[in-house]
Nanobody, 123 residues
């Protein structure tokens, strides 16, 4: 198992930016593909972005592609989500998650989750 702790959430105006971080511990971070998910009030949790163990492959949900960037620093055991041009509909609790297989991340059927960080975008 790997333990995940998100940070960097907050309140931002529409059009602004935030950078989320997710620090991992417990297992070799570079063994894992990583993903970001979000859950808005009254909605199901949805996939946002994923990155392979090396960082060489990424995948994005359509509504965030071109605005959000996922990256990782294996030396720091941390994955990031840079969010630009934020919109009120991006308001949600953002979670990071880990899996040994990149193709599994988007499914959300993962065993390793952080506690989440709140992102609120005001109009």
């Amino acid at each position: 198992q790997v333990q995940l702790v998100e940070s960097g959430g907050g309140l931002v105006q529409a059009g602004g930016s935030l950078k989320l971080s997710c620090a991992a511990s417990g297992r070799t971070f570079s063994d894992y593909a990583m993903g970001w998910f979000r859950q808005a009030p009254g909605k199901e949790r949805e996939f946002v972005a994923a990155i392979s163990w090396s960082g060489g492959t990424t995948k994005y949900e359509d509504s965030v592609r071109g605005r959000f960037t996922i990256s990782r620093d294996n030396a720091k055991s941390t994955v990031y989500l840079q969010m630009n041009s934020l919109k009120p509909e991006d308001t949600a609790v953002y979670y990071c998650a880990a899996d040994l297989f990149f193709d599994m991340v988007e499914s959300g059927r993962l065993n390793n989750w952080g506690q989440g960080t709140q992102v609120t975008v005001s109009s």
